[in-house]
């Protein structure tokens, strides 16, 4: 059964540092993955989606990559604001036709 | 830029009755889903529906959950006899066609069984 797993859970930072946030699965065979971004109480907004065959994916100041032989993505925010703080999360689609979800990380980026 | 639709934002029920919760997908999309989230917890796959019937379903979609597509615009999830555990953040997505394609999210619906 594909386990999807973030670290950190929670992460804290001053503006205008760079940082990562990472997912991991367990089962490589994955048809493609996608990175939300989760504002407190609100819906999921779909930030990057890198298929199968992608090694990276960006848009703005976030990048995403892919490596599914060792069952990981990461997300890098550049430069972050307090704008971005949100919870991120990642999803992943196998061969079903569902979204399978992970922890999430909750990030903060103070003044 | 064509968005996904919920209503209500929040929806309190008693215990017992039943809810349905309502989505307008992007109107050109073919894929429906209904995921779940309750507080703290992941994201959840309920189901998904092409072609005017459910093609996959998960283990918490069970006998007091249904779906329909009454006409050529709204998505709806009917929950029979509400518990309390039901309580959760219910989106909904779509997507255009099949294959590699990203979903597009709902704002949610927060649904309080008391």
């Known amino acids: 059964k594909q386990e999807v797993t973030q670290i950190p859970a929670a992460l804290s930072v001053p503006e205008g540092e760079n940082l990562v946030l990472n997912c991991s699965f367990t089962?490589?065979?994955?048809?493609?993955l996608q990175w939300f971004r989760q504002d407190p109480g609100k819906g999921l907004t779909s930030l990057l989606l890198?298929?199968?065959?992608?090694r990276e994916q960006t848009s703005g100041r976030l990048n995403a990559s892919l490596d599914k032989s060792s069952g990981r993505s990461t997300l890098y925010i550049a430069a972050s604001q307090p704008g971005d703080s949100a919870t991120y999360l990642c999803?992943?689609?196998?061969?079903?036709?569902?979204?399978?979800f992970g922890t999430g990380t909750r990030l903060q980026v103070f003044p | 830029e064509p968005e996904v639709t919920q209503t209500p934002s929040h929806q309190v029920t008693q215990m017992g009755q039943e809810v349905i919760l309502r989505c307008v997908p992007i109107?050109?999309?073919?894929?429906f889903y209904w995921y779940r989230q309750i507080l703290g917890q992941k994201v959840e796959f309920l189901v998904s529906?092409?072609?005017?019937?459910?093609?996959?379903k998960s283990e918490i979609f069970d006998d007091q959950f249904s779906v329909e597509r009454p006409d050529g615009s709204n998505f709806t999830l009917k929950i029979r006899s509400t518990k309390l555990e039901d309580s959760a953040m219910y989106f909904c997505?779509?997507?255009?066609?099949?294959?590699?394609?990203?979903?597009?999210f709902g704002p949610g619906t927060r649904l309080t069984v008391t």
């Open positions: 089962d490589s065979a994955i048809y493609n």
């Open positions: 529906f092409y072609n005017n019937e459910i093609s996959e």
């Open positions: 109107s050109n999309h073919l894929y």
């Open positions: 999803a992943l689609k196998d061969n079903t036709d569902k979204l399978i």
């Open positions: 890198i298929q199968s065959s992608q």
């Open positions: 997505a779509s997507k255009q066609r099949t294959g590699g394609e990203e979903q597009y």
